[in-house]
């Protein structure tokens, strides 16, 4: 703990440097930021105070600047979180703090720290952008790391870097493929035999964090935290369904996406729960406001969008509405408190992006509304989306769903060329008029 | 009769289950399909993955009875999207497609046996029962098969060994794709050739990397080297470790291919034994230099390239090259990697004759 403790004081001072600020300055913002109540904020203003107090908590700093230990675990992007949260160790995802310096245009740097590292060109950016900042020592000393064989390879890959760098024990959870969507007989017995698979596996992990931080788990602390998750699930799917079904002027389909909520690091968490509350209140209220909701084409957005400054979401949401997301669908079922290992390996394991694209696109068309288009932004360097846009392209073709598939990058914006976008944008728009 | 034959892709394809079946187990090659790569997966995906599925789409593969696919890594599951997604274009029907845990340890090999108990399940409704008799005896043709090739390793061990990594890497080809007998028998006529021959000097170098091209090794011993290892998913990491049958032939099959010299897929305590792996064969083949060869997209590769130069210290030189599987590989670097080598092993072993 002393030489974590040392470690990140050093981080985080590396850190502030990339903003061009000193301690001092520092520790003034982290008081301003949190100085008045969070009662009153927007929902996503209150996301955004959870996520800031989570990552000055990585760097042992609290809310009014004190210093206090935290153990922290570097958790690839889609680990649930929930065991951590019960064993209070505060999850560090590292693509969210890639996609956070490409906000802060400190992105490029990294990277290109990475590369000269022997890191390839091809990898995804946001795990280049985590090795640079590896690298360049700026990401808080982790305790321990916790990663997911799901989605992508590079993530998986990442955590055993890190782990070999700092010299701090990595668990790997492994997580069965394609499970979601299979209603045979025999597809049963599979999702069976996966689900307890991995909730053997999560009860090794709580070992695993228990004897790397001397923590002790209790079954309590976890149904409490299960309990949460499921309250956060039940606002942010009814949110959703609000927004999509109904219809809400409120919703900024690229600010939305923001919630990123399938991969957030905050279920669990009790914050999470008003958060999303707020949301969906929020969508409620301003429905019931009488301003009517602009007559443009609906979109469903498919993965992310480009963290660094551009103009493409802006552009987008000039001609079209983007009512709903990948990132946000709720596709898991309520867990059971009494059953917390096996819940939460049901969840992990029935994620529909870890499943054929033929499932994928299939759970899209279950829920969309026929005519809304699909736009999906996907990066040259995610292997595991960018392959998909062929065959979506002819499944939604098929289920009368326009599609575009944008080539683009969410980090690095080193080879953005907004015009070639926007030309695929406008014959895409053009076309969903005439569909509309 | 000749045996109908079902393509396989990955080092990860439990091939025994396929023989067992009835079949002969035909291993789709690096060089099978290039010539027609597709385009149906995108850019992004590697090489390896886009010439098969350009290869069937084309007909190359037409005269298999079908194909398994492995969750092998994040390409090989599109390659299963593609076939299955194309499978009216597409002779060879998809028969199965395996997941693989990603980590080895007791719980991973106890599902990995279920999941291969179904494949073997699978097969069975298809073309009859398997019995553990036939399953028992396939695994010791395919035993036998890597006991050979631990023969030939011995070999390479010697100083100026008398195999030559050209020889081995068309060995490999060959036992990809030749009835399992006939190989073995020809195998075992190579050794006994080669015991006792005289051997080719030159640095000894190590090959690291996926299904990489054939032409690397000739490459390498046209420029002055000896290739006398090769840790690919087309060289010896698909016939390093025999199948044990102490705890049944599935859970045997499900163990060795878990526990062998690990592709770069692996993670966790398998895929830092892999890297200790590297060094242990630098050690016992006297090793002088590797030459990594990553497929460009193939992320594992790419990544665990990184953390081979940047924290992994694997105790010799070591040239990461990148390309396609179609495209040429540059033989300048190659060449100068050789040369270098050459000069470092005459400084150490003084003036050759």
Not at chain 1, 36 to 63: H, M, V
Not at chain 1, 89 to 99: G, L, N, Y
Not at chain 2, 212 to 227: F, P, R
Not at chain 2, 311 to 338: A, C
Request: hydrophobic share 35%; with cysteine; net charge negative.
């Amino acid at each position: 703990m002393a030489e974590n403790t040392e470690q990140r004081k050093v981080q985080f001072k590396n850190f502030l440097a990339l903003l061009g600020i000193g301690e001092e300055a520092g520790d003034d913002y982290i008081k301003s930021r949190f100085s008045g109540p969070a009662d009153g904020l927007k929902a996503s203003q209150k996301r955004g105070r959870l996520l800031a107090e989570q990552f000055i908590r990585c760097y042992n700093k609290t809310k009014d600047c004190s210093e206090k230990y935290q153990f922290v675990a570097w958790r690839s992007l889609f680990m649930p979180t929930e065991i951590m949260y019960a064993m209070d160790v505060m999850p560090f995802t590292t693509e969210m703090v890639a996609a956070q310096l490409a906000i802060m245009g400190c992105q490029i740097d990294r990277i290109e720290t990475a590369e000269e590292n022997h890191f390839s060109q091809d990898l995804c950016s946001f795990i280049r952008t985590a090795v640079g900042s590896v690298i360049e020592d700026i990401f808080p000393m982790p305790d321990i790391l916790i990663t997911s064989t799901h989605l992508c390879d590079p993530s998986a890959k990442f955590g055993g870097y890190a782990s070999m760098k700092y010299k701090r024990p990595e668990f790997v959870l492994d997580v069965p493929y394609g499970l979601y969507g299979g209603v045979y007989e025999e597809d049963v017995k599979r999702i069976e035999e996966g689900v307890d698979y991995l909730s053997q596996q999560y009860k090794d992990l709580v070992r695993f964090i228990t004897e790397n931080t001397g923590v002790e788990f209790h079954e309590e602390k976890l149904k409490q935290v299960i309990e949460w998750s499921n309250q956060a699930r039940k606002w942010l799917k009814m949110g959703n369904e609000f927004a999509y079904y109904t219809g809400t002027p409120t919703i900024k389909g690229s600010k939305d996406i923001d919630y990123a909520s399938n991969l957030m690091q905050t279920w669990g968490t009790e914050e999470i729960v008003d958060v999303y509350r707020a949301r969906y209140e929020e969508f409620v209220r301003s429905a019931e406001s009488g301003v009517p909701v602009p007559d443009k084409p609906r979109i469903h957005w498919y993965h992310l969008k480009p963290y660094y400054k551009n103009n493409l979401l802006s552009y987008i949401e000039e001609h079209v509405r983007i009512v709903s997301s990948m990132v946000n669908y709720m596709y898991w079922d309520e867990m059971d408190p009494e059953d917390p290992f096996r819940s939460l390996a049901r969840k992990t394991l029935m994620i529909p992006a870890y499943c054929p694209v033929s499932v994928r696109a299939e759970v899209a068309k279950k829920w969309m509304i026929e005519g809304d288009g699909i736009i999906a932004f996907y990066p040259k360097s995610c292997r595991h989306f960018h392959s998909s846009a062929r065959i979506e392209a002819e499944i939604f073709k098929k289920a009368n769903f326009p599609y575009l598939a944008i080539d683009g990058d969410c980090i690095d914006n080193r080879g953005d060329d907004f015009a070639i976008m926007q030309t695929r944008v406008d014959r895409f728009i053009k076309s969903m008029r005439k569909i509309k | 009769m000749e045996k109908k034959r079902i393509g396989w892709f990955c080092s990860y394809t439990p091939i025994e289950l396929i023989e067992a079946a009835g079949f002969a187990p035909y291993g789709i090659r690096e060089d099978s399909g290039y010539s027609h790569e597709d385009v149906y997966l995108g850019d992004s995906i590697c090489s390896y993955v886009r010439s098969c599925l350009g290869g069937a789409l084309a007909g190359s593969y037409d005269f298999l009875a079908g194909v398994v696919i492995t969750h092998s890594c994040e390409c090989m599951r599109r390659l299963y999207d593609g076939w299955h997604f194309k499978q009216e274009d597409i002779a060879p029907e998809c028969i199965y497609f395996v997941d693989v845990p990603r980590v080895y340890n007791e719980g991973s090999t106890a599902y990995f046996a279920k999941q291969l108990q179904r494949f073997k399940e699978n097969l069975e409704q298809r073309y009859g029962l398997i019995s553990e008799e036939r399953l028992i005896e396939t695994i010791k043709k395919y035993n036998l098969t890597r006991d050979l090739f631990n023969r030939v390793l011995e070999l390479r061990k010697q100083d100026n060994p008398p195999v030559s990594g050209v020889e081995v890497a068309r060995l490999i080809s060959e036992s990809m794709t030749m009835e399992r007998d006939e190989f073995n028998h020809k195998l075992e006529a190579f050794i006994v050739e080669k015991e006792g021959a005289s051997g080719n000097p030159g640095p000894r170098i190590m090959i690291f990397g996926g299904p990489t091209d054939a032409s690397l090794a000739k490459l390498i011993e046209g420029s002055g080297g000896v290739v006398v290892y090769e840790n690919m998913c087309n060289g010896l990491r698909y016939n390093d470790m025999l199948v044990d049958f102490d705890e049944g032939p599935v859970s045997g099959i499900a163990r060795r291919y878990l526990r062998k010299n690990p592709c770069p897929r692996m993670l966790g305590t398998h895929a830092d034994h892999g890297l200790e792996e590297i060094r242990r064969l630098v050690d016992i083949f006297r090793i002088d230099g590797i030459v990594y060869h990553s497929i460009k997209f193939c992320a594992n590769l790419q990544f665990m390239a990184g953390i081979v130069k940047s924290e992994f210290n694997v105790g010799v030189p070591m040239k990461i090259i990148e390309s396609d599987i179609g495209s040429e590989i540059d033989g300048r670097e190659i060449r100068s990697f050789i040369k270098n080598l050459c000069h470092k092993v005459a400084g150490k072993e003084g003036p050759r004759k």
